[in-house]
């Protein structure tokens, strides 16, 4: 189970858009959509930021001990997620899902929380 999952980006090194909606993606170059191999039950912020060449989510597991989101990145080139834990500070600091609400956004550098 995960929460819905969506967003789209362009890859300039096949001049391909990809389309990312819950568990499958859609290709412009291959005119279909595939099955991917999502987070395992995880919710949290729906609409993908895209970056780097990758979607990116601020994602919670389903335990509902954890405070604080992990982010997410799917790579529309290999296709596939990669987590990144975010700082334990954060929790420290009091910055936790009871009383924030986390949001992704781009700078020219990049993803930026």
């Known amino acids: 189970m995960f929460g819905f999952m969506f967003g789209f980006g362009y890859l300039s090194t096949t001049d ?3 389309v990312v909606m ?3 993606m859609f290709s412009s170059n ?11 039950c995880s919710v949290g912020q729906s609409c993908g930021v895209f ?11 389903c335990d509902q001990k954890q405070q604080v989101p992990n982010l997410y990145a799917f790579d529309l080139e290999k296709e596939e997620f990669w987590m990144m834990k975010l700082p334990d500070a954060l929790q ?8 924030i ?11 930026c929380m």
Do not use: D, M
């Open 101 to 111: 609400s986390y949001q992704l956004g781009v700078t020219r550098e990049g993803a």
């Open 22 to 24: 819950g568990a499958e």
């Open 92 to 99: 420290t600091l009091g910055l936790v899902r009871s009383s």
């Open 51 to 61: 970056s780097s060449g990758a979607l990116h989510w601020l994602l919670y597991s």
């Open 16 to 18: 391909e858009y990809k």
């Open 30 to 40: 291959k005119g279909s959509w595939k099955r991917i191999q999502v987070p395992p």
